[in-house]
């Protein structure tokens, strides 16, 4: 099967899709803590003690 363009793929702004932590690598870890971290700052419970 030919590999596609990534830039070519349907995408939307809040894509849903399913985490498996069996199958993540190092890439998906950070971008799950990523993501919590976001959350957390928009929802005002993020202190950043470090700045």
Known sequence: MPRRD????????AEDVEFSQEL???DD?????RAKEA???????YHDYNR
């Open 39 to 45: 959350d957390s700052r928009s929802e005002g419970k």
């Open 6 to 13: 990534p830039k070519s793929l349907p995408t939307s702004r």
């Open 24 to 26: 993540a690598d190092q």
């Open 29 to 33: 870890m950070e971008a799950q803590r």
